[in-house]
Each structure stands twice: as structure tokens, then as C-alpha cells.
T-cell receptor, first 116, second 115 residues
Framework: AQTVTQSQPEMSVQEAETVTLSCTYDTSESDYYLFWYKQPPSRQMILVIRQEAYKQQNATENRFSVNFQKAAKSFSLKISDSQLGDAAMYFCAYSRSGGSNYKLTFGKGTLLTVNP | DAGVIQSPRHEVTEMGQEVTLRCKPISGHNSLFWYRQTMMRGLELLIYFNNNVPIDDSGMPEDRFSAKMPNASFSTLKIQPSEPRDSAVYFC?????????????FGSGTRLTVV
């Protein structure tokens, strides 16, 4: 079974600084998808960024980028120029590719605090 | 688009009572997922449907939980009888069966408290 591990229960960053959230996963699949979701205090789950395993290039969405290391099964999220609105719980998630079983498996989350 | 709509947003009930949570997926999405979030266990998939048919219900904790999707625009998750350990936030999410790899769209969740 696939597992997703986020080893940092909490992180903090100063406003305008950069922070990196870690995620590792375990799978025997060669093709899959990885995601980062943000959950602010409103509890709405918001998709931040996604990565396709067969693509070498790291995904980027504005201030958010990932460092995808397929061999190491690592998928970290970098937030540049942190803003107060980035404060939230961040979840890493995995989904296999193909077939009909496309459920998302989530890590336990990292609570990010942004200090003014 | 109104997004995935869940109701109620909050529910407080007494142990032993029946609880029904409701979800309206995004129009055109044919896959629907129910997740439960707790501090201890994080986000757990309870069940998911494709074209109104349950595909995987292995995450449903026990017989007290049941889920239905009578049509493409409505799903329910029922707990009968409810217990204090069922207290959690329950999320519904939807996607297309061809667009799931772009992630789901989640509802705002229902916070259930069983006292």
C-alpha cells in the first residue's frame, strides 16, 4: 500500500522569507501523481500544486515550487516570499496513475505559521 | 460554478442518534469521494463512487456507516447509531474520471460532534 510521510508536524517562517516543507512517499508504481494541498483555518482544502511522476521538470505555480526526486521518493514544497495568507496546514498527497483506483492518499500534514 | 456543496456545516448530536451528511458534487463530475479528518488519523478515504456506483468502501470503519449516491448530483453519508469517536470533519470531494489526476475539488466539510 502506498504511504505518504510528512516528518515536520509544524514549521514557521518569517514573512517574505522562504520555507520548504518535506514529504516522502512509498510506492512500487512507476507512474503516479503527487499533490500539495493547503488547508487554512476555514478548513477548505485547496490544491496548491501537482506533479506528474513521468515528468522530470519540477512543477511551479507562482511562489510555490516543488523539488521532485523520484529515485529518493521525495516531494518537497518550497514557498518563496512567504505571506501571512500562506499560514495553513499543508498536506502532501499521492495518487496512482491508470486503472479505476484513483484515490488520494494524504500525509498527516505540516502546520505552517508565518510570522510578521 | 458553486463548487462541491456539503450540508450541514456543523452538526452536534447525541450518542446513539442517526446522523446524515449530504453532498452535492460539481455538475459534470462523475467521481465522488468521502473523507474523514481527525487529529489522530489525518485524512482517511471512507468510500468513493464512480458514475454513482461504489468502487471502494474499504475505508468505511464499520457497519454503522453507510453511503449512497442515488443520482449524479447527490450523495449521503449516514452514521447510525453515532458514537463520540465519530466526531470529526467529514469532507466530500468530486472530480471527473478523466480529470482526477488534476486533483479533486473538496467541499467545505461538515464538522460532526457526537456528545
Amino acid at each position: 500500500a502506498q504511504t505518504v510521510t510528512q516528518s515536520q508536524p509544524e514549521m514557521s517562517v518569517q514573512e517574505a522569507e522562504t520555507v520548504t516543507l518535506s514529504c516522502t512517499y512509498d510506492t512500487s508504481e512507476s507512474d503516479y501523481y503527487l499533490f500539495w494541498y493547503k488547508q487554512p483555518p476555514s478548513r477548505q482544502m485547496i490544491l496548491v500544486i501537482r506533479q506528474e511522476a513521468y515528468k522530470q521538470q519540477n512543477a511551479t505555480e507562482n511562489r510555490f515550487s516543488v523539488n521532485f526526486q523520484k529515485a529518493a521518493k521525495s516531494f518537497s514544497l518550497k514557498i518563496s516570499d512567504s505571506q501571512l495568507g500562506d499560514a495553513a496546514m499543508y498536506f502532501c498527497a499521492y495518487s496512482r496513475s491508470g486503472g479505476s483506483n484513483y484515490k488520494l492518499t494524504f500525509g498527516k500534514g505540516t502546520l505552517l505559521t508565518v510570522n510578521p | 460554478d458553486a463548487g462541491v456543496i456539503q450540508s450541514p456545516r456543523h452538526e452536534v448530536t447525541e450518542m446513539g442518534q442517526e446522523v446524515t451528511l449530504r453532498c452535492k458534487p460539481i455538475s459534470g463530475h462523475n467521481s465522488l469521494f468521502w473523507y474523514r479528518q481527525t487529529m489522530m488519523r489525518g485524512l482517511e478515504l471512507l468510500i468513493y463512487f464512480n458514475n454513482n456506483v461504489p468502487i471502494d468502501d474499504s475505508g468505511m470503519p464499520e457497519d454503522r456507516f453507510s453511503a449512497k449516491m442515488p443520482n449524479a448530483s447527490f450523495s449521503t453519508l449516514k452514521i447510525q447509531p453515532s458514537e463520540p469517536r465519530d466526531s470529526a470533519v467529514y469532507f466530500c470531494a468530486s472530480s471527473t474520471s478523466t480529470g482526477w489526476d488534476y486533483g479533486y475539488t473538496f467541499g467545505s466539510g461538515t464538522r460532526l460532534t457526537v456528545v
